[in-house]
């Protein structure tokens, strides 16, 4: 049975916490400055929030983040203005606007040079406890932020188990592309549950492989960007291949390294079939509860998924589709299942039996990882964690790769079926999602507009110069208060970039230290922080204008605390996601999963929806999207183009493979692909499986396979939930299956050297290698899972060591039996022309269930997780940017996605 401790954690309803508008609440409630001083002869500005928080910011610092210095483009408008701003100090600090705002006063030199700016209060308060300096116990000091980060962390971290009782969530494929806050919403969804149906994508206008997947690639474009382009085939979106073999539960990408395929979309672009999902948190969970030693092998030992691809041929085609010559490649990945995160959380599930190649794994550990991995086969099996989900003709299915486990769809007896799939990397979902957090603040906001969002809360109820103007110290109405550096408050300046949000001037740099600020005034209500510059002479003084908001998302994190309400957050360090809160709160869910369900047109035009939509590919990591509308024709240069366009529509590009010409594969229920491969002779039996297992770094994070003809049953299942179940109940094995690296393997021949599948063209093979040596289970710097990287059909020979061999095989056959146990397996009908979206770091998915006598034709596509989490972090910026007149795209841009998060 399923322990108390993983259902209460499991959530089987399609409503999944607030949607992406009404997330902003507090984050868009902008903290005031209460006074801002210049200090050090304006080298420094103390700035205390009325949140009692005060820090003392580098003149510098609030110089160089000006807007001003950005042009519309959003790039800076100059390389000088780096080499300027530590020349001017902050002569005055005026908050303005009852503190939603602080104008500083710049001094540099000769007052030529004199100028003032205006900051947004609560965009200094976010950057205070990463920039100031505490200047009171209410001030904290953040960590130096490090890398990225993500705007989705929130989510990340707070993503649910869900079990087969899940709700599919839906979104409608038009409102999806017209609303950004569909957009985000959808994004959202992509964390958590990381699965979703998008419905309404509309037919392609072919089932040419060129073609076929366009309104895939629509979708897509339309709510994150470009799907990730295949290294081989010429279009982003691709399509299973034979149906008829069975295809256990797997995250996809499991042979691409890094799992590139964060966020997965499946377009039904013919045929109506039933599938299934499963959440790898839930199951994951359910491991670590229940098996806590096994939890520990799939989350440390490391496994390959490998594979040689020789399905493509040189053009971009399938080989059997042209006479160019194959192109095979090699891919390879070795790699936990069950990756955990720094947070601690799980991060992503990566494994494909199917693709699972040989393991080094280390001997003493080699059985007790093995029986770990095979607890996590059955798992992301048990119909208790697989949600069965209808995928309708033209629906997309969005998944959250790295939660989502899939399996093969149900095809109808006699269905012609043809699925298109793309998939999207993190880093565009989360900054797809970051810039929709953005526009939805913008949309609230009169003061965080895009100038102060994009490049990151609270009113300000003064600001002060200190230290002869080098920092201002900035209060906020929550009464924190920060001192900020003038330099950092110049620099970034929003004024500083172009329209192409590039900086104007390498020269700012050097400059923003030269200014001081010599009067700070709140304006609009504290709203707005006005500061007046000087440096030196008059000439160089100027204003420029901050949102308070703003200024109070980075003072944790540039600020000097100036008081007890003042946090000084830790230094940001690395990229992060605007995802992480949807990542770390994802929920293991098992074969009661209620898939969600979204429309391909509402995805397309709806940024909120494609914003909800990438939530859900986190969790539960696993989405059908229907009306995606079939394709021209079966063609394998158009018969993926509806998954195509839907993924463009939603996200972007999906992955291009290595040698196919189009972004996605396809995969007919005729016999005509059986020669191409295991995987694709769908009389062959699949198991439970993550894509990309092959693939080192597992690229494909999201993965969406479209029905581009007949309806089928497909079955997911989630790699979260047996990891956990294997963590808590074989922790032994759970150990070997996160430690234990295995090779995954193989030599592809499929495709020939013009990048189309080897028996469509005279064209020479392009064989090619693929290997992947990682753990089963991957579990992130967060400690959660960050994927799983298994696919048995892919397993290649692995180096394990002696004294590790055997257990790490139990531990390994544990996992492939768990995600093999109907407990963990989510069973659902595929439609034709939907699209199955999964989260192939979480969800593993097995193969269709095609009704006798039915042709099918199954697209299949990849996006790489950070293309998924940047046009999240786009799709969040949006959200904002549409309902703040203050966080524009000038403000929402260039931000770390920590400090983002707190703005959208």
């Known amino acids: 049975m399923i322990p108390a401790t993983v259902a209460s954690k499991c959530c089987s309803s399609v409503v999944r916490g607030m949607g992406a508008a009404s997330r902003l609440g507090n984050a868009t409630r902008g903290m005031k400055i209460v006074s801002a001083t210049p200090v050090n002869n304006g080298k420094q500005v103390d700035i205390e929030f009325e949140n009692k928080s005060a820090y003392r910011f580098h003149t510098a610092w609030i110089r160089d983040a000006s807007p001003s210095h950005v042009g519309q483009d959003f790039y800076r408008k100059s390389a000088k203005t780096v080499f300027e701003v530590d020349k001017y100090t902050a002569e005055t600090c005026q908050p303005s606007e009852s503190g939603e705002k602080l104008v500083v006063h710049f001094k540099n030199g000769v007052a030529e040079n004199a100028d003032s700016d205006e900051y947004v209060s609560s965009w200094l308060h976010a950057f205070a406890p990463h920039v100031g300096q505490p200047l009171n116990a209410h001030s904290e000091l953040k960590e130096v932020l490090k890398g990225t980060g993500s705007v989705m962390e929130a989510l990340h971290k707070n993503r649910k188990p869900w079990l087969a009782d899940l709700k599919m969530p839906i979104f409608d494929a038009k409102e999806l592309m017209e609303s950004e806050e569909k957009q985000a919403e959808f994004l959202e969804c992509m964390t958590d549950p990381g699965v979703a149906l998008i419905k309404g994508v509309g037919g392609p206008e072919s089932l040419e492989t060129s073609v076929v997947g366009l309104p895939l690639e629509k979708l897509g474009s339309g709510i994150i960007g470009r799907m990730n382009q295949h290294p081989a085939r010429a279009a982003a979106a ?22 590139p395929g964060y966020l997965q979309l499946m377009y039904q672009a013919r045929g109506t079939v039933t599938s299934k999902v499963c959440d790898g948190i839930a199951v994951a969970e359910y491991i670590k509860e229940n098996h806590p030693e096994d939890y520990e092998l799939l989350t440390t ?26 192109a095979t490649f090699e891919l390879v990945h070795t790699h936990p299942v069950i990756t955990i995160g720094e947070d601690g959380l799980l991060e992503k599930i990566v494994q494909s039996e199917t693709k699972r190649g040989v393991s080094a794994l280390p001997y003493d550990k080699y059985e007790r990882f093995m029986e770990a991995y095979k607890l996590w086969t059955k798992l992301v099996e048990d119909p208790r964690f697989i949600c069965n989900f209808e995928w309708p003709e033209h629906s997309v299915v969005a998944m959250n790769n790295y939660r989502t486990l899939h399996g093969r769809a149900k095809v109808p007896a006699g269905m012609e079926r043809t699925m298109i799939f793309g998939y999207f990397q993190k880093t565009i979902v989360e900054n797809r999602y970051r810039f929709l957090r953005q526009r939805l603040v913008e949309k609230q906001s009169t003061m965080l507009n895009d100038r102060w969002l994009t490049r990151l809360p609270n009113q300000i109820v003064s600001a002060t110069p200190v230290n002869n103007g080098k920092q201002v110290d900035i209060e906020f109405e929550n009464k924190s208060a920060y001192r900020f550096h003038t330099a950092w408050i110049r620099d970034a300046s929003p004024s500083h970039v172009g329209q192409d949000f590039y900086r104007k001037s390498a020269k700012t740099v050097f400059e923003v230290d030269k200014y001081t600020a010599e009067t700070c005034q709140p304006s609009e209500s504290g709203e707005k922080l006005v500061v007046h510059f000087k440096n030196g002479v008059a000439e160089n003084a100027d204003s420029d204008e901050y949102v308070s908001s703003w200024l109070h998302a980075f003072a944790p994190h540039v600020g000097q605390p100036l008081n007890a309400h003042s946090e000084l957050k830790e230094v940001l360090k690395g990229t992060g996601s605007v995802m992480e809160a949807l990542h770390k709160n994802r929920k293991p869910w098992l074969a009661d999963l209620k898939m969600p369900i979204f429309d391909a047109k509402e995805l397309m035009e709806s940024e909120e929806k494609q914003a909800e939509f990438l939530e859900c590919m986190t969790d539960p990591g696993v989405a059908l999207i229907k009306g995606v509308g079939g394709p021209e024709s079966l063609e394998t240069s158009v018969v993926g183009l509806p998954l195509e366009k839907l993924g463009s529509g939603i996200i972007g590009r999906m ?11 396809v995969m007919h229920a005729e016999a005509r692909a059986a020669a191409a491969g295991a995987d694709y002779d769908h009389a062959n039996p699949l ?5 990309h297992s092959v693939y080192h770094g597992t690229p494909g994070y999201l993965q969406l396979m479209y029905q581009a003809r007949g309806t089928v049953t497909s079955k997911v299942c989630d790699g979260i939930a047996v990891a956990e179940y294997i963590k808590e109940n074989h922790p032994e094995d759970y150990e070997l299956l996160t430690t234990v690296h295995v090779t995954h393997s193989s030599r592809n021949q499929i495709y020939a050297q013009d990048g189309a599948y080897r028996q469509d063209t005279a064209s020479p093979g392009a064989t090619f290698e693929l290997v992947h040596t990682h753990p089963v289970i991957t579990i992130g710097e967060d400690g959660l899972l960050e994927k799983i990287v298994q696919s048995e059909t892919k397993r290649g020979v692995s180096a394990l060591p002696y004294d590790k061999y055997e257990r790490f095989m139990e531990a390994y056959k544990l996992w492939t039996k768990l995600v093999e146990d109907p407990r963990f397996i989510c069973n659902f009908e595929w439609p034709e022309h939907s699209v199955v979206a999964m989260n192939n770091y979480r969800t593993l998915h097995g193969r269709a269930k095609v009704p006798a006598g039915m042709e099918r034709t199954m697209i299949f596509g990849y996006f790489q997780k950070t293309i998924v989490e940047n046009r999240y ?3 969040r910026q949006r ?6 007149t203050m966080l524009n795209d000038r403000w929402l841009t260039r931000l770390p996605n920590q400090i983002l998060s707190k703005l959208v």
Not at 305 to 320: E, M
């Open 238 to 259: 691709g399509a299973d291949y034979d149906h008829a073999n069975p295809l256990s539960m797997h995250a996809d990408h499991s042979v691409y390294h890094g799992t």
């Open 301 to 326: 030992v490391h496994v390959t998924h490998s594979s040689r691809n020789q399905i493509y041929a040189q053009d971009g085609a399938y080989r059997q589709d042209t006479a160019s010559p194959g």
């Open 655 to 665: 992955n291009q493979h290595p040698v196919r010409a189009t972004r996605y594969g």
């Open 687 to 691: 198991s439970m499986h993550a894509d």
């Open 873 to 875: 972090r786009f799709l």
């Open 879 to 884: 959200l904002v940017e549409k309902q703040s």
